[in-house]
């Protein structure tokens, strides 16, 4: 099986609808993914869980994140969320990144002042 539990997947259910959520559950022996749908062209079935053969499925890609406003907001994310694992991931990466662009000389992707989320210098 080419999924794991809370891998992020698009496709298409039985009735054709298109859908995009996360693996709920997977049972190999029958071949179907239970997702938690988030998007779907048929909004009576976001929020729901349905089956969905997983040769109808394909994972999506993971975001890369290398910019400095998008760390900012998934590290705002992942407090709201109270998930500290996610925390931690994300501020590593983020210091890791500008570490980075600092050697290169790419100050692009380092704050220059602090920024609310507006955009606009606090």
Not at 7 to 32: A, M, P, S
Not at 80 to 101: C, G, I, Q, V
């Amino acid at each position: 099986m080419k999924f794991n539990i809370s891998d992020w997947v698009q496709g298409k259910t039985k009735d054709g609808e298109l859908i995009h959520g996360f693996v709920e559950t997977i049972d190999i022996l029958q071949g179907f993914v239970t997702v938690n749908v988030v998007k779907s062209d048929n909004v009576e079935v976001i929020g729901k869980i349905v089956a969905v053969r997983s040769s109808w499925l394909k994972t999506v890609s993971d975001i890369a994140i290398d910019d400095a406003y998008v760390y900012q907001n998934s590290i705002d994310l992942a407090l709201d969320t109270w998930d500290e694992a996610w925390f931690m991931e994300l501020t590593s990466a983020r210091k890791a990144s500008e570490d980075a662009a600092a050697q290169t000389g790419d100050r692009s992707k380092i704050y220059k002042f602090p920024v609310n989320r507006l955009g606009q210098s606090a």
